[in-house]
Protein backbone atom coordinates (compact mmCIF):
# COMPACT_ATOMS: atom_id res chain seq x y z
CA UNK A 1 0.00 0.00 0.00
CA UNK A 2 1.61 3.52 -0.82
CA UNK A 3 1.97 5.91 2.03
CA UNK A 4 -0.01 9.15 2.05
CA UNK A 5 1.59 12.14 -0.37
CA UNK A 6 2.18 14.55 2.73
CA UNK A 7 4.44 11.26 4.38
CA UNK A 8 6.32 10.85 0.90
CA UNK A 9 6.64 14.50 0.72
CA UNK A 10 8.45 14.81 4.67
CA UNK A 11 10.75 11.49 3.23
CA UNK A 12 11.93 13.58 0.61
CA UNK A 13 12.77 16.77 2.11
CA UNK A 14 14.41 14.75 4.83
CA UNK A 15 16.66 12.78 2.96
CA UNK A 16 17.17 16.47 0.88
CA UNK A 17 18.67 18.49 3.74
CA UNK A 18 18.97 21.65 0.91
CA UNK A 19 15.36 21.60 0.19
CA UNK A 20 14.24 22.17 3.98
CA UNK A 21 16.82 24.99 4.58
CA UNK A 22 15.67 26.45 1.98
CA UNK A 23 12.15 26.42 2.24
CA UNK A 24 12.46 26.92 6.33
CA UNK A 25 15.23 29.28 6.25
CA UNK A 26 16.96 30.66 3.15
CA UNK A 27 13.43 31.49 1.25
CA UNK A 28 11.70 33.67 4.38
CA UNK A 29 14.65 35.60 5.22
CA UNK A 30 15.33 36.57 1.59
CA UNK A 31 11.81 37.98 0.98
CA UNK A 32 12.69 39.71 4.39
CA UNK A 33 15.39 41.19 3.19
CA UNK A 34 14.16 42.49 0.10
CA UNK A 35 11.66 44.85 2.60
CA UNK A 36 13.89 47.28 3.91
CA UNK A 37 12.54 49.76 5.65
CA UNK A 38 14.98 52.56 5.15
CA UNK A 39 14.36 52.75 1.62
CA UNK A 40 10.81 53.46 -0.01
CA UNK A 41 12.02 51.41 -3.02
CA UNK A 42 13.34 48.17 -2.01
CA UNK A 43 14.15 46.56 -5.14
CA UNK A 44 15.96 49.80 -6.24
CA UNK A 45 18.56 50.01 -3.55
CA UNK A 46 21.89 48.57 -3.22
CA UNK A 47 21.41 48.34 0.08
CA UNK A 48 19.17 44.85 -0.04
CA UNK A 49 21.46 43.15 -2.27
CA UNK A 50 24.19 41.94 0.40
CA UNK A 51 21.36 40.79 2.53
CA UNK A 52 19.14 38.76 -0.27
CA UNK A 53 22.50 37.05 -1.03
CA UNK A 54 23.58 36.22 3.19
CA UNK A 55 20.03 35.10 3.74
CA UNK A 56 19.94 33.33 -0.04
CA UNK A 57 23.57 31.43 1.51
CA UNK A 58 21.37 30.10 4.17
CA UNK A 59 20.52 27.47 1.26
CA UNK A 60 23.63 25.53 1.65
CA UNK A 61 24.35 25.78 5.75
CA UNK A 62 24.17 22.69 6.58
CA UNK A 63 25.67 20.55 3.12
CA UNK A 64 28.53 23.13 2.82
CA UNK A 65 28.41 24.92 6.07
CA UNK A 66 31.59 27.23 5.65
CA UNK A 67 30.33 28.68 1.87
CA UNK A 68 27.68 29.84 3.69
CA UNK A 69 29.49 31.27 6.69
CA UNK A 70 32.05 33.33 4.57
CA UNK A 71 29.50 34.62 2.11
CA UNK A 72 27.45 35.47 4.88
CA UNK A 73 30.91 37.67 6.82
CA UNK A 74 31.39 38.66 3.59
CA UNK A 75 28.03 40.17 2.69
CA UNK A 76 27.28 41.13 6.11
CA UNK A 77 31.00 43.65 6.11
CA UNK A 78 29.28 44.98 3.16
CA UNK A 79 26.05 45.92 4.45
CA UNK A 80 27.46 47.55 7.64
CA UNK A 81 28.70 50.24 5.22
CA UNK A 82 25.52 51.65 4.04
CA UNK A 83 23.51 50.19 6.97
CA UNK A 84 21.19 52.67 8.51
CA UNK A 85 18.53 50.48 10.82
CA UNK A 86 19.37 47.28 11.60
CA UNK A 87 17.62 45.04 9.88
CA UNK A 88 15.43 41.91 10.88
CA UNK A 89 17.07 39.66 8.45
CA UNK A 90 20.10 39.84 10.07
CA UNK A 91 19.16 36.97 11.98
CA UNK A 92 21.13 34.51 9.61
CA UNK A 93 24.09 35.80 10.84
CA UNK A 94 23.42 33.52 14.45
CA UNK A 95 21.95 31.11 12.18
CA UNK A 96 25.15 30.79 10.31
CA UNK A 97 27.42 30.59 13.58
CA UNK A 98 25.19 27.78 14.75
CA UNK A 99 25.63 26.09 11.38
CA UNK A 100 29.67 26.18 11.20
CA UNK A 101 29.70 25.12 14.79
CA UNK A 102 27.62 22.32 14.17
CA UNK A 103 28.16 21.03 10.85
CA UNK A 104 32.05 22.25 9.94
CA UNK A 105 35.09 20.82 10.86
CA UNK A 106 35.20 21.46 14.77
CA UNK A 107 37.94 24.03 14.98
CA UNK A 108 35.78 26.71 12.41
CA UNK A 109 33.11 26.90 15.37
CA UNK A 110 34.84 28.97 17.12
CA UNK A 111 36.59 31.16 14.77
CA UNK A 112 32.85 32.22 13.51
CA UNK A 113 32.39 32.97 16.90
CA UNK A 114 35.00 35.21 17.26
CA UNK A 115 33.64 37.09 14.24
CA UNK A 116 30.01 37.27 15.66
CA UNK A 117 31.22 39.16 18.78
CA UNK A 118 33.18 41.22 15.96
CA UNK A 119 30.51 41.54 14.04
CA UNK A 120 27.95 42.88 17.19
CA UNK A 121 30.60 45.26 18.24
CA UNK A 122 30.55 46.47 14.63
CA UNK A 123 27.06 46.48 14.27
CA UNK A 124 26.87 48.50 17.71
CA UNK A 125 29.50 51.35 16.35
CA UNK A 126 27.85 51.13 12.82
CA UNK A 127 24.37 52.08 14.69
CA UNK A 128 25.69 54.84 17.31
CA UNK A 129 27.84 56.66 14.26
CA UNK A 130 24.50 56.45 12.34
CA UNK A 131 22.25 57.75 15.24
CA UNK A 132 25.24 61.05 16.05
CA UNK A 133 25.19 62.05 12.44
CA UNK A 134 21.60 62.15 12.53
CA UNK A 135 21.53 64.34 15.65
CA UNK A 136 19.32 61.29 17.26
CA UNK A 137 21.04 61.09 20.54
CA UNK A 138 21.19 63.57 23.47
CA UNK A 139 23.72 66.79 23.02
CA UNK A 140 25.04 66.57 26.20
CA UNK A 141 25.87 62.83 26.39
CA UNK A 142 30.02 62.58 26.73
CA UNK A 143 32.01 60.47 25.06
CA UNK A 144 32.53 58.01 27.97
CA UNK A 145 28.63 58.04 27.92
CA UNK A 146 28.58 57.43 24.30
CA UNK A 147 31.20 54.49 24.98
CA UNK A 148 28.92 52.97 27.62
CA UNK A 149 26.16 53.17 25.39
CA UNK A 150 27.86 50.86 22.87
CA UNK A 151 29.01 48.36 25.26
CA UNK A 152 25.49 47.78 26.50
CA UNK A 153 23.99 47.69 23.40
CA UNK A 154 26.45 45.22 21.98
CA UNK A 155 25.30 42.84 24.70
CA UNK A 156 22.21 41.59 23.13
CA UNK A 157 23.62 41.24 19.46
CA UNK A 158 26.74 39.03 21.00
CA UNK A 159 24.38 36.89 23.43
CA UNK A 160 22.30 35.87 20.31
CA UNK A 161 25.60 34.95 18.48
CA UNK A 162 26.63 33.01 21.68
CA UNK A 163 23.75 31.44 22.11
CA UNK A 164 23.77 30.41 18.31
CA UNK A 165 27.22 29.21 19.05
CA UNK A 166 26.07 26.87 21.99
CA UNK A 167 23.14 25.13 20.61
CA UNK A 168 25.86 24.08 17.86
CA UNK A 169 28.21 22.79 19.97
CA UNK A 170 25.41 20.73 21.78
CA UNK A 171 24.29 19.72 18.00
CA UNK A 172 27.85 18.21 17.17
CA UNK A 173 28.29 17.00 20.95
CA UNK A 174 24.91 14.84 20.21
CA UNK A 175 25.50 14.23 16.31
CA UNK A 176 28.92 12.70 17.62
CA UNK A 177 27.36 10.52 20.29
CA UNK A 178 24.84 9.23 17.70
CA UNK A 179 28.01 8.21 15.47
CA UNK A 180 29.83 6.32 18.45
CA UNK A 181 26.79 4.75 19.47
CA UNK A 182 26.36 3.96 15.60
CA UNK A 183 30.12 2.77 15.31
CA UNK A 184 30.04 0.84 18.49
CA UNK A 185 26.84 -1.16 17.18
CA UNK A 186 28.52 -1.93 14.11
CA UNK A 187 31.75 -2.68 15.89
CA UNK A 188 29.30 -5.19 18.22
CA UNK A 189 27.57 -6.87 15.15
CA UNK A 190 30.87 -7.29 13.37
CA UNK A 191 32.49 -9.09 16.97
CA UNK A 192 29.62 -10.91 17.13
CA UNK A 193 29.78 -12.26 13.75
CA UNK A 194 33.13 -13.36 14.42
CA UNK A 195 32.42 -14.83 17.85
CA UNK A 196 29.44 -17.02 15.22
CA UNK A 197 31.60 -17.69 12.53
CA UNK A 198 34.46 -19.10 14.92
CA UNK A 199 31.83 -21.04 16.62
CA UNK A 200 31.17 -22.59 13.17
CA UNK A 201 34.30 -23.25 12.45
CA UNK A 202 34.79 -25.35 15.90
CA UNK A 203 31.82 -27.11 15.77
CA UNK A 204 32.91 -28.12 12.15
CA UNK A 205 36.40 -29.14 13.22
CA UNK A 206 34.74 -31.14 15.98
CA UNK A 207 32.35 -33.11 13.89
CA UNK A 208 35.62 -33.91 11.28
CA UNK A 209 37.73 -35.39 14.23
CA UNK A 210 34.44 -37.48 15.57
CA UNK A 211 33.98 -38.40 11.64
CA UNK A 212 37.46 -39.19 10.83
CA UNK A 213 37.55 -41.50 14.81
CA UNK A 214 34.34 -43.08 13.41
CA UNK A 215 35.03 -44.43 9.63
CA UNK A 216 38.80 -44.60 11.00
CA UNK A 217 38.06 -47.19 13.22
CA UNK A 218 34.98 -49.00 11.56
CA UNK A 219 36.95 -49.26 8.30
CA UNK A 220 39.67 -50.60 9.78
CA UNK A 221 37.50 -53.65 11.54
CA UNK A 222 35.58 -53.68 8.43
CA UNK A 223 39.13 -54.44 6.46
CA UNK A 224 40.57 -56.86 8.53
CA UNK A 225 37.09 -58.82 9.10
CA UNK A 226 36.53 -59.07 5.73
CA UNK A 227 40.39 -60.20 4.99
CA UNK A 228 39.97 -62.63 8.07
CA UNK A 229 36.71 -63.63 6.43
CA UNK A 230 37.80 -63.97 2.91
CA UNK A 231 40.71 -66.54 3.98
CA UNK A 232 38.60 -68.47 6.05
CA UNK A 233 35.55 -69.29 3.84
CA UNK A 234 37.43 -71.83 2.33
CA UNK A 235 38.14 -73.57 5.88
CA UNK A 236 35.95 -72.67 8.59
CA UNK A 237 32.30 -71.90 6.98
CA UNK A 238 31.25 -70.73 10.80
CA UNK A 239 34.44 -67.68 11.38
CA UNK A 240 33.35 -66.29 7.84
CA UNK A 241 30.04 -66.06 8.90
CA UNK A 242 31.09 -64.62 12.73
CA UNK A 243 33.27 -61.93 10.74
CA UNK A 244 30.44 -61.04 8.51
CA UNK A 245 28.28 -60.31 11.14
CA UNK A 246 31.25 -58.63 13.19
CA UNK A 247 30.80 -56.14 10.05
CA UNK A 248 27.25 -55.61 9.86
CA UNK A 249 27.29 -54.70 13.22
CA UNK A 250 30.19 -52.59 12.96
CA UNK A 251 28.59 -50.97 10.10
CA UNK A 252 25.02 -49.74 11.51
CA UNK A 253 27.13 -48.90 14.99
CA UNK A 254 29.24 -46.86 12.50
CA UNK A 255 26.32 -45.54 10.42
CA UNK A 256 24.32 -44.92 13.62
CA UNK A 257 26.78 -42.49 15.00
CA UNK A 258 27.45 -41.01 11.58
CA UNK A 259 23.80 -40.03 11.65
CA UNK A 260 23.86 -38.74 15.08
CA UNK A 261 26.63 -36.37 14.38
CA UNK A 262 25.50 -34.79 11.26
CA UNK A 263 22.32 -34.25 12.54
CA UNK A 264 23.61 -30.97 14.12
CA UNK A 265 24.09 -29.71 10.57
CA UNK A 266 20.21 -30.35 9.59
CA UNK A 267 19.08 -26.94 10.91
CA UNK A 268 15.49 -28.09 9.50
CA UNK A 269 15.98 -31.11 12.57
CA UNK A 270 17.70 -29.50 14.74
CA UNK A 271 14.80 -30.45 16.75
CA UNK A 272 15.16 -34.63 16.23
CA UNK A 273 16.47 -36.20 19.17
CA UNK A 274 19.94 -37.67 18.27
CA UNK A 275 21.55 -40.78 19.99
CA UNK A 276 23.90 -39.92 22.72
CA UNK A 277 27.60 -40.13 22.20
CA UNK A 278 30.08 -42.64 23.41
CA UNK A 279 31.24 -42.17 26.70
CA UNK A 280 33.44 -43.98 29.39
CA UNK A 281 30.74 -46.27 30.36
CA UNK A 282 30.90 -47.63 26.26
CA UNK A 283 34.85 -48.34 26.63
CA UNK A 284 33.43 -52.39 27.25
CA UNK A 285 31.63 -52.07 23.97
CA UNK A 286 34.50 -50.90 21.99
CA UNK A 287 36.88 -53.28 23.34
CA UNK A 288 34.22 -55.89 22.80
CA UNK A 289 34.30 -54.72 19.02
CA UNK A 290 37.86 -54.47 18.49
CA UNK A 291 38.39 -58.08 20.08
CA UNK A 292 36.06 -59.37 17.71
CA UNK A 293 37.87 -57.81 14.68
CA UNK A 294 41.06 -60.07 15.88
CA UNK A 295 42.61 -57.51 18.52
CA UNK A 296 43.73 -58.91 21.76
CA UNK A 297 42.35 -56.01 24.30
CA UNK A 298 42.61 -55.88 27.99
CA UNK A 299 40.03 -53.44 29.36
CA UNK A 300 40.84 -51.94 33.17
CA UNK A 301 38.62 -49.10 34.13
CA UNK A 302 38.80 -48.21 38.22
CA UNK A 303 36.60 -47.60 40.29
CA UNK A 304 35.90 -44.09 41.71
CA UNK A 305 37.00 -42.11 38.66
CA UNK A 306 36.98 -38.04 38.98
CA UNK A 307 33.95 -36.33 37.34
CA UNK A 308 33.84 -35.21 33.27
CA UNK A 309 32.18 -33.35 31.40
CA UNK A 310 30.01 -35.64 28.25
CA UNK A 311 32.30 -33.76 26.06
CA UNK A 312 35.57 -35.04 28.22
CA UNK A 313 34.21 -37.93 28.30
CA UNK A 314 33.94 -38.30 24.43
CA UNK A 315 37.57 -37.29 24.01
CA UNK A 316 38.27 -39.96 26.36
CA UNK A 317 36.29 -42.54 24.28
CA UNK A 318 37.99 -41.24 21.13
CA UNK A 319 41.15 -41.31 22.16
CA UNK A 320 41.27 -44.77 23.42
CA UNK A 321 39.23 -45.76 19.80
CA UNK A 322 41.95 -43.76 17.77
CA UNK A 323 44.69 -45.46 19.99
CA UNK A 324 43.18 -49.24 19.49
CA UNK A 325 42.51 -48.71 15.46
CA UNK A 326 46.27 -47.94 14.71
CA UNK A 327 47.13 -51.44 17.12
CA UNK A 328 44.65 -53.11 14.74
CA UNK A 329 45.61 -51.34 11.40
CA UNK A 330 49.56 -51.14 12.14
CA UNK A 331 50.69 -53.78 14.92
CA UNK A 332 50.33 -56.87 13.47
CA UNK A 333 49.87 -60.62 14.26
CA UNK A 334 50.13 -61.70 17.92
CA UNK A 335 49.29 -57.41 18.97
CA UNK A 336 47.63 -57.01 22.06
CA UNK A 337 46.94 -53.71 23.73
CA UNK A 338 46.57 -52.87 27.36
CA UNK A 339 43.99 -49.83 28.26
CA UNK A 340 43.85 -48.51 31.94
CA UNK A 341 40.93 -45.87 32.76
CA UNK A 342 42.02 -44.41 36.28
CA UNK A 343 41.85 -41.69 38.94
CA UNK A 344 44.79 -39.39 38.79
CA UNK A 345 45.79 -36.03 40.87
CA UNK A 346 42.47 -34.00 39.96
CA UNK A 347 42.26 -36.04 36.48
CA UNK A 348 41.46 -38.58 34.93
CA UNK A 349 44.28 -40.67 33.48
CA UNK A 350 43.90 -42.76 30.52
CA UNK A 351 46.64 -44.85 29.21
CA UNK A 352 47.05 -47.64 25.96
CA UNK A 353 49.99 -50.03 25.84
CA UNK A 354 49.92 -51.63 22.77
CA UNK A 355 52.66 -54.44 21.40
CA UNK A 356 53.75 -55.58 17.83
CA UNK A 357 55.09 -53.94 14.99
CA UNK A 358 53.46 -55.04 12.16
CA UNK A 359 55.49 -54.28 8.57
CA UNK A 360 52.65 -51.17 7.42
CA UNK A 361 53.82 -49.60 10.86
CA UNK A 362 53.39 -45.89 10.38
CA UNK A 363 55.94 -43.29 11.06
CA UNK A 364 55.61 -42.64 14.71
CA UNK A 365 53.70 -39.76 15.47
CA UNK A 366 52.44 -38.93 11.73
CA UNK A 367 49.18 -38.67 10.21
CA UNK A 368 46.04 -36.87 11.47
CA UNK A 369 44.85 -39.67 14.15
CA UNK A 370 47.76 -38.66 16.48
CA UNK A 371 47.03 -35.10 15.78
CA UNK A 372 43.52 -35.37 16.27
CA UNK A 373 44.19 -36.72 19.28
CA UNK A 374 46.57 -33.85 21.05
CA UNK A 375 43.67 -31.52 19.79
CA UNK A 376 41.12 -32.97 22.05
CA UNK A 377 43.52 -33.15 24.79
CA UNK A 378 44.26 -29.30 24.19
CA UNK A 379 40.23 -28.67 24.10
CA UNK A 380 39.80 -29.84 27.32
CA UNK A 381 43.54 -28.89 28.96
CA UNK A 382 44.42 -31.82 29.20
CA UNK A 383 47.96 -33.47 28.06
CA UNK A 384 48.24 -36.58 25.45
CA UNK A 385 51.75 -38.52 25.48
CA UNK A 386 52.04 -40.80 22.12
CA UNK A 387 55.22 -41.93 21.64
CA UNK A 388 56.81 -45.37 20.72
CA UNK A 389 58.78 -48.20 22.93
CA UNK A 390 60.47 -51.24 22.13
CA UNK A 391 57.61 -53.25 22.09
CA UNK A 392 55.00 -51.25 20.41
CA UNK A 393 53.76 -48.17 21.07
CA UNK A 394 52.47 -46.02 24.32
CA UNK A 395 49.61 -43.53 24.57
CA UNK A 396 48.34 -41.43 27.84
CA UNK A 397 45.52 -39.27 28.11
CA UNK A 398 45.39 -36.77 31.06
CA UNK A 399 42.38 -34.70 31.58
CA UNK A 400 41.66 -32.33 34.77
CA UNK A 401 38.58 -33.49 36.55
CA UNK A 402 35.30 -30.88 36.25
CA UNK A 403 35.15 -28.93 39.29
CA UNK A 404 32.56 -26.54 37.77
Given amino acids: MESPWHLRALRFISARKWVYDSLVFAAPLTL ?4 DPAAPDPLSTLRSVPLVLMCASLVFRRTFPLFTGW ?5 GLLYLVGIEVPHPSLIAVPLTVHSVTAYAPKRWGKIFLALGAVASLLLTLRVAAEFYRQDIYPKHISPGELLLFVAVFSVFPFMTVAFAWMTGTYRRSRSDDIRWIAERNALLERERENEIR ?19 HSMSVIITQADGGRYAAARSPEAAVSALETIADTGREALGNLRGILGVLRASESGRRTAPMPAINDLGTLADNVR ?4 DVTLNVLPDLPKLSPAAELAVYRVVQEALTNTLKHGGQDSHADVTVQAGDKALVAQIVSTGHGEESAVPGSGSGIQGMRERARVHNGTLTAEPTDTG ?8 EDIS
Fill in 198 to 216: LASDAERMRIAREMHDIIA
Fill in 393 to 400: FFVQLTIP
Fill in 71 to 75: TVAAT
Fill in 32 to 35: LALV
Fill in 292 to 295: SAGL
